[in-house]
């Protein structure tokens, strides 16, 4: 890989995580989790633009910086980072946004959220109603956010822009 397409690479990923991050002022608590659908556009703008393992980075960084800054719970990583390699994946087999929203929708709140019920019990020290707790919230967070981005990426695409970000196509 060229050293400029790198450097482009990282420089978009950075402001995706930077925008997955500032997004999740807009988050809605629901069953202890913080929903953040911004997250999930991220992701699916990750997975046209960059791929699946930029994506799942994009999603443990903008995790990681939400936690920290106090912004998120633990439970954001398995959320938005099986998500991101769902969409990603779905993404680079098939060129189909639709089909893409919905791998986003359904890694997120069905693995997701069958994955949030331990890190909730252990590393959180909650006491979670089941193991199904989790995935109506993260349903939630994740259709809004996909929606938000197949909005966006249609727009994106008709203006010819999307094509100027997009490294997994070319």
Same mark, same amino acid.
């Given at each position: 890989?060229?050293?400029? $397409?790198?450097?482009? #690479?990282?420089?978009?990923? /950075?402001? !995706? ?14 069953? +202890?989790? #913080?929903?953040a ?15 699946? *393992? *930029?994506g799942? +980075?994009?999603?443990? &960084?903008?995790? %990681?910086?939400?936690? %920290? !800054? &106090?912004?998120?719970? %633990?439970? @954001? ?6 998500g @991101?390699?769902?969409? &990603?994946?779905?993404?680079?087999k ?7 929203c919905?791998? $986003?929708a ?5 693995? +997701?959220? %069958?994955? @949030? *019920? ?6 959180? &020290?909650? $006491? ?9 919230? =993260? =349903?939630?967070?994740?259709?809004? +956010? ?11 695409? #008709? /203006?010819?822009?999307?094509?100027? =970000?997009?490294w997994?196509?070319?």
């Amino acid at each position: 890989m060229k050293q400029r $397409e790198m450097t482009q #690479k990282l420089a978009f990923a /950075g402001l !995706l995580t930077a925008l997955a991050v500032v997004g999740s002022f807009l988050s809605v608590p629901v069953a +202890g989790s #913080k929903c953040a659908p911004v997250q999930h556009m991220v992701n699916i703008l990750a997975a046209v633009t960059l791929g699946p *393992w *930029w994506g799942v +980075g994009i999603a443990f &960084g903008a995790s %990681l910086l939400r936690n %920290l !800054l &106090g912004l998120g719970s %633990l439970m @954001a990583f398995p959320g938005s980072m099986v998500g @991101a390699a769902c969409c &990603g994946i779905v993404y680079i087999k098939m060129k189909n946004l639709p089909l893409t929203c919905a791998a $986003e929708a359904a890694g997120t709140s069905i693995l +997701g959220g %069958l994955l @949030a *019920w331990p890190v909730a019990k252990f590393l959180m &020290g909650a $006491e979670p109603a089941g193991l199904l707790i989790y995935v109506v919230p =993260f =349903f939630i967070s994740t259709a809004a +956010g996909s929606i938000l981005a197949y909005g966006m990426i249609t727009v994106l695409s #008709k /203006g010819g822009i999307l094509r100027m =970000f997009s490294w997994s196509a070319r």
